[in-house]
């Protein structure tokens, strides 16, 4: 019964979004909530400066209706679904506030670094004690099959550690139109699957509501981009990532399945610190790892198909690896 609510309430969300969207795209337009564009990016990419961002806004809504669709038809513990829409919502909020500091403000940079990681640990702190302390969740983290660690209070910490690398990775892998939703919907389909080994519907249905949303969103974020998600879109979908990561153990297994944001992050540390080591050269032509092949002469198109097959392939991988290991 559940696996078929979960269903329902993905094509519910699938739906919502299809619907939201291009209503929300002339209200942006109306607001002048145009996108901004790096002055040091890819020079291809000024014709997207205006592109209305901050449609991570559909996101939430089509979050919430599917969830709460499922809710009133099959009643689950409900504060596994206030914590999933508390963080969902929450790294929303911190997302929406800093398109705002870029739209309103016209800063490229947005919310300065220290406010917003200091705003997504203290809502990653709220998530951690949530579900430890209310939803009893396990603080056991499965390193590999024969080795399972527990943390005690201490995965308080590790939770905190998860949320921001995997928030932070998502968004800097958000920088080509249908880039981000095409490798997410990867990624949220994988953990549909798992949630499915786990026979934890309430999961299943969190995967496919994003899962359905990411997909209803490509049609408006494809090259050429109607609209842009914004970090009101990357950070939320980024800590629905999360929250599937650590309720369903699988938080080391995820350097697997999000191996395509791993790398973005890591293209991220490895030129800042090779820049600062070599006094001003640069490994990579440009970071995130996207905008090195743009720059090697790789068409915008080429990049996301080639990287949402990549989300798709460690996806696969991760399942594999979960049915044999775990």
């Known amino acids: 019964m559940e696996k078929y609510v979960a269903v329902f309430t993905a094509i519910v969300a699938f739906v919502s979004i299809i619907i939201i969207t291009p209503k929300l795209i002339p209200i942006l337009f109306k607001l002048k909530v145009g996108q901004q564009v790096r002055s040091d990016g890819p020079e291809t990419h000024l014709i997207k400066a205006g592109t209305p961002t901050m449609g991570g806004i559909a996101f939430l809504f089509s979050a919430i209706i599917g969830v709460i669709t499922y809710s009133i038809i099959v009643k689950p513990n409900i504060w596994l679904v206030i914590t999933f829409l508390l963080i969902f919502l929450g790294y929303g909020a911190i997302g929406f506030l800093d398109d705002y500091m870029k739209v309103v403000k016209k800063n490229t940079k947005g919310l300065s670094a220290k406010y917003k990681f200091s705003l997504q640990i203290g809502l990653a702190i709220i998530t951690a004690i949530l579900l430890i302390k209310v939803i009893n969740l396990s603080t056991d983290v499965y390193i590999a099959p024969i080795f399972v660690l527990n943390m005690g209070l201490y995965y308080i910490f590790f939770i905190i550690f998860i949320f921001t690398a995997i928030t932070n990775a998502i968004n800097f892998t958000d920088g080509l139109d249908g880039l981000a939703v095409g490798a997410l919907s990867m990624t949220y389909l994988t953990y549909a ?58 938080e080391i297994l995820f350097l697997v399945i999000g191996a395509l944001y791993v790398l973005e992050v890591l293209s991220v540390i490895i030129q800042v610190c090779y820049f600062k080591m070599t006094k001003g050269k640069r490994f990579f032509l440009m970071a995130p790892l996207h905008h090195h092949f743009e720059k090697k002469g790789w068409k915008e198109t080429k990049v996301v198909i080639v990287f949402t097959i990549v989300s798709g392939i460690a996806g696969l991988l991760g399942i594999l690896l979960y049915t044999l290991l775990y």
């Open 193 to 250: 699957i798992i949630a499915t080994i786990q026979q934890q519907y309430i999961l299943v249905t969190f995967a496919l509501v994003l899962f359905s949303s990411c997909l209803g969103f490509l049609f408006f974020n494809k090259y050429p981009a109607k609209i842009f998600m914004g970090d009101t879109g990357s950070l939320a979908l980024g800590a629905g990532v999360a929250m599937l990561a650590v309720l369903t153990k699988t």
